[in-house]
Nanobody, 128 residues
């Protein structure tokens, strides 16, 4: 599976951005897809995740109510609608996919080391 993220940019605090992630290759093996972000000097952190077959999405507390994750299975695409952006949202945003073949336990969706495929980052910069 190959992942290609896009949509990052510079935005003022309070603004909005929509990130996209295009999946290609053996997309039938995708079980969960997620967004993670990494700010300079910090560890990669969970942002949001969704099961590829549908169901309730999951969000980090820091973005709950401001970000919305969605998917379009027909287009093999993942999205992250970000609103009410804050300077602390500034980071490199990565999309990732967890393979169906992996043993999955509840809560794994928020752990970067459980994901099998990663796209390159797309930089989001929020100015104050």
């Amino acid at each position: 599976v190959q992942l290609q993220a896009s949509g990052g940019g510079l935005v003022q605090a309070g603004g909005s951005l929509r990130l996209s992630c295009a999946a290609s290759g053996r997309t039938s093996s995708i079980f969960v897809m997620g967004w993670f972000r990494q700010a300079p000097g910090q560890e990669r952190e969970f942002v949001a995740a969704i099961f590829w077959s549908g169901g309730t999405p999951y969000y980090a507390d820091s973005v709950k109510g401001r970000f919305t994750i969605s998917r379009d299975n027909a287009k093999n695409a993942l999205f992250l609608q970000m609103s009410s952006l804050k300077p602390e949202d500034t980071a490199d945003y990565h999309c990732a996919a967890l393979d169906q073949a992996r043993h999955y336990s509840g809560g794994d969706y928020q752990l970067p080391n459980k994901y099998d495929y990663w796209g390159q980052g797309t930089l989001v910069t929020v100015s104050s």
